[in-house]
């Protein structure tokens, strides 16, 4: 009996005594925390997509109350999150651009060709690590959804072998530009009205090879333009969303139709 009580008595004390180190331990190593990480994190969307460069909410938060980053970081944050998140910090929120994914290409199975049969893994990173060139033109969509599985927000599908945005649930996260290893996905303003959707840096008569709705670089858009807002290099046509005020003559005069609205 005696045995028991003291064997007791000395768990009791060691008990004790780790809990009295814990303590020590944890005053000693305290980092405080400025409470407005935790409001500002409050009206973050906590969807961790990494959209804003951060490695999720809690760090982007923590960034915004150091002042490292803007209070409109976030991609996903709607402009009343914003303005909350900017009323927290002291500052003012500004203007909130939102910006949507766009994928340039076209080339659906009716106006392109395969050009193997590929039977390996059905992802577009795969696919390209393969070395083969699937479809005709070596620009274009794979079609293996490698930028679905990215998007936390089922904003991206493909459709007749390419990949097509819903611009409505877009976030403009850029987690399927990332990881497409064609590099055909561009983050432009969700209020830009136009865009070329292809990526092909051939000459026309290639292009015209491979691609029922290739650019073929002939500067026609370019030259309707009165604002400046199209610009061909490297044979492709470019829009400048800032400067475009969709009145549509580009589009109008294609000759392949690959501009088209977003």
Known sequence: MQG??????????????????????????????????????????GNNCGGCGYAG????????????????????????????ISAIMGVDAGETLRRVALVKCAGTCDKTSPKCNY????????????????WECDYGCLGFGSC??????DAIHVEDGVAVVDPEKCTGCGRCAAVCPKNLIELVRADQKLAVRCS??????????????????????????????????????HIDGEACTGCGKCMEKCPVKVISGI
Not at 7 to 30: R, S
Not at 57 to 81: F, K, L, M, W, Y
Not at 119 to 134: F, H, K, N, P
């Open 4 to 45: 028991i009580m003291v064997a007791t008595l000395v768990v009791g004390m060691v008990g004790l005594l780790i809990g009295a180190a814990l303590v020590a331990t944890g005053k000693k190593f305290y980092v405080e925390v400025d409470e407005r990480e935790a409001a500002v994190r409050a009206h973050l969307p």
């Open 57 to 84: 909410c809690d760090a982007v938060a923590a960034a915004i109350v150091r002042g490292e980053a803007g209070t409109n970081v976030c991609p996903v944050c709607s402009s009343q999150a914003v303005e909350e």
């Open 119 to 134: 039977t390996g893994i059905r992802d577009c990173r795969a696919a390209v690590l393969s070395g083969l060139s699937i």
């Open 148 to 153: 679905v599985a990215a998007c936390a927000f």
């Open 200 to 237: 092909s840096r051939d000459r026309g008569p290639e292009v015209k090879k491979v691609c029922r709705t290739g650019c073929l670089g002939c500067r026609l858009c370019e030259k309707q333009c009165e604002h400046g807002a199209v610009k061909v290099e490297n044979n492709l046509a």
